[in-house]
């Protein structure tokens, strides 16, 4: 434990996130099960051995999507099709874009193709899966998460375990509609009050509270405190796995069904949330509101007015285009001009911050002289200790720059196996307080205003 200071970084998972990528297949087996462990350079190393084949070109497909890039695992996935139309992992690698562009019933179309053509393999259903969930088709969701746990059996627990979770909130849900919303037109802007480097609102839980939540775009759910579940009765739906940043990058957590939580005159019924018991978070906050909840709406985090707005359209403009994930929007960042990566814009990190391997591309690791700092950062998982201070950043994206004089790096390796693609920073509080912040989860877009 680092006698630092201690920095909070709150990253939160649904029920329904897949926390690690992987392939059941064995052909070829090899690079399959290299891939399986996150063996990447490996993996491309030895495809770097094997001819061009459509089953290759949909493994670089993959292991350009692990990496962030995009365009090249779409041109892959489409060149494996091109040479094998039947080549399952291609339809699927499709679909996972497709899903990551909230382009719901293209991925829909390419996950179902992948399934036709290999039907026994369970990540398949998974993915469908949650591609159902974003269209609110319920009972397509639970068919393909009830084949996924059939499929996998005993081979991932901890999916299994979410898969099993995300059936019985399904269940408790009755058939209604997960988070709907009851507001009207135009909303009134929702105050906040900025603390700690991170934002407040207050809100009402089944009529009870008020409570003091943390606005959070870096969180893929709500959740709320067992102190407050308690106090209220509400009983358990389900438990599952959390999965975020620090120690071991996950921890068990209730699932519970909330009638409705208001929030100004926003009302959102039949919402699943998880909860938390860590002390220190508890101390300063009753829950946690992901803004991915109120995804009705245009959401801008309003900085320089301290307030929270709601609206049905976005505003004439121009606005950078981004990959949505379980809940989190993944913003395309140039770094000191050289290099690219995909950052998380989440309000509830205190600073902003790199992934290792994109500090170790800057020239810094843990071997670099004076680059450790005493200081911890605290996640749903733990703590972590190794915080590296990368020096002299700059990031950019569309039109915007900043340049910090130094920027902590930490380990982001499980968020990254998470979702299923790296993640090469967080943009926190130091960035983003600046702007307004307008996310529209509809269209996969936000835009940054001063």
Do not use: C
């Not at 900025?194 to 934002?199: H, K, P, T």
């Not at 290792?356 to 700092?373: F, I, N, Q, R, Y």
């Not at 930490?410 to 920073?425: P, V, Y």
Request: no cysteine.
């Amino acid at each position: 434990m680092s006698s630092g200071p201690l920095l909070i970084l709150m990253a939160l998972t649904s029920f329904l996130v897949l926390p690690r990528p992987g392939f059941q297949t064995s052909k070829p087996a090899s690079v399959a099960e290299l891939l399986l462990n996150d063996e990447i350079d490996k993996a491309e190393a030895l495809l770097d051995q094997q001819p061009a084949s459509a089953a290759a070109a949909a493994f670089r497909g993959e292991i350009a999507y692990r990496r962030g890039d995009f365009s090249d695992a779409d041109r892959l996935y489409r060149e494996a099709i091109h040479l094998d139309e039947k080549t399952a992992r291609a339809h699927f690698g499709l679909g996972k874009l497709a899903l990551a562009r909230l382009k719901n019933k293209e991925a829909t179309a390419s996950f179902k193709r992948a399934i036709e053509l290999d039907p026994t393999e369970a990540l398949y259903h998974l993915y469908a899966g949650e591609a159902y969930g974003v269209q609110k088709r319920y009972s397509d969701q639970k068919a393909e998460l009830a084949q996924y746990i059939k499929l996998a059996g005993s081979s991932e627990p901890d999916r299994v375990a979410e898969a099993k979770a995300g059936l019985d909130m399904l269940s408790a849900l009755e058939g209604k509609e997960a988070g709907a919303t009851d507001a009207p037109e135009q909303p009134a802007p929702i105050p906040f009050r900025a603390m700690l480097n991170l934002i407040f609102t207050s809100l009402t839980i089944n009529g009870q509270g008020p409570y003091n939540f943390v606005i959070d775009t870096g969180a893929t759910q709500t959740v709320i405190s067992e102190r407050v579940a308690t106090s209220q009765g509400i009983k358990s739906v389900a438990t599952t796995i959390m999965h975020g940043v620090g120690g071991a990058g996950k921890v068990e957590s209730k699932m519970y069904k909330v009638d409705e939580l208001a929030i100004g005159d926003v009302k959102v019924k039949n919402l699943p949330v998880g909860t938390f018991t860590d002390p220190l978070v508890t101390q300063i906050a009753d829950g946690i509101i992901g803004t991915a909840t109120l995804s009705d709406f245009i959401v801008t985090i309003n900085y320089p007015e301290r307030q929270m707005e709601l609206a049905r359209k976005l505003p004439a403009g121009e606005s950078l285009p981004v990959w949505y994930f379980s809940n989190l929007l993944l913003l395309p960042v140039e770094v000191n001009g050289k290099f690219k990566g995909n950052f998380v814009i989440d309000t509830g990190a205190v600073t902003t911050v790199l992934s290792h391997s994109m500090a170790a591309k800057l020239g810094v690791t843990e071997e670099t002289p004076d680059a450790k700092v005493d200081v911890g950062i605290a996640g749903v998982g733990g703590t972590e200790n190794v915080v590296l201070r990368v020096p002299e950043v700059s990031l950019k994206t569309g039109d915007i720059s900043e340049i910090f004089p130094q920027v902590v790096s930490i380990d982001l390796k499980n968020i990254s196996r998470m979702i299923g693609t790296e993640i090469s920073g967080v943009l926190g509080y130091d960035f983003l307080s600046k702007y307004k912040v307008t996310l529209d989860y509809n269209a996969a877009e936000i835009r940054l205003l001063k």
